[in-house]
């Protein structure tokens, strides 16, 4: 058994014969898809079954996402839609929640549930098997919810993690996605990302390993040059960049400046000439001017991502960024994010 607890029994006085139907909603990043599997596994083992649909279910699961809050609200109206099923299903909410979103979810019916390490799930059929290398983080983005939602950073044991990649590569998946809120922070005792990749990439066989996300302050010449040696690493890096003006990077907390991140790229594609590049862009930031605007626009352009994931600034309760004035209009936000998407998808 590989790590796996539970941090609270939800189904106390369940009974084998019952043979509850359960459905997951997964919303957001990879990580919660990969959680959401991981429950799945732990809910199969408490003799639920997958049911076809949330209309069939007697148990719904809400893996949400809170970085925006357009998809917040979206979750409000779920759950009363959830609430008309003729099955009248037991709602639970989980993932990346804040504290004041719960108590309003519970009023509207759905409780959150604190989901802790499952062991993975053993039948999964696509090549890509998810790792959770670590959880949490400490960054404290002045516009981002995941280290309230998420807590501090918590990095799982190297041989943990090690166990559950053999296990993934026995049942035949070609590809190890390795997922953290900022996984080149990774750290357990004298273990770092770069002995970590090291250890994965001695693993005998043919397959090969991704991992998500990076901060690009925790990206070490050692990272570096482990990545360009490691055989099995793809060579692609996501690397989020947010903004490309200094005056915004800092109001957004993110501790680096346009020139350090400029170099960091050009140090990488010396060391590892075939490396791509993807990255996150948060456009319409408060205060953001269209000349900071075009010095994000010139950045993209300059480093020829082969993906972006183009968002436009949503105000998240409890984040530093949520008191300031978010003075760009929608429109304005949606004319950056156009002029973004044109320069990375050249459409
Ligand atoms: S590093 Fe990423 S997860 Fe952490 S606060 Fe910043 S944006 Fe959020």
Redesign the pocket.
Known sequence: MLDCFYTKPIFKNFKKTQAKKYFILTYGCQMNESDSERIGFYLEKKAYKPAKSEKQADLVILNICSVRQSAVNRIYSKINKLKTIKTKPKIFITGCVLDKDKKKFKILGASYKKFGQIAMKKDCKHKIGYVPIMRG?N???SY?V??YTRGREFSRSPNTILREVRELLKQGHTEIVLLG??VNSYLFKKTDFSNLLKLINNISGDFKIRFL?N?PKDMSDKLINTISKCEKIIKEIHL?VQSGDNKILRAMNRKYTKEHYLNLIKKIRKKIPNIKFTTDVIVGFPGETKAQFQNTADLVKKVKFTNAYIAKYSPRPETTAFNLDNNISHKEKKRREKILRKIVFKK
């Open positions: 983080c960054n404290f983005c981002c995941v280290p809120q900022n996300t901060h989020p």
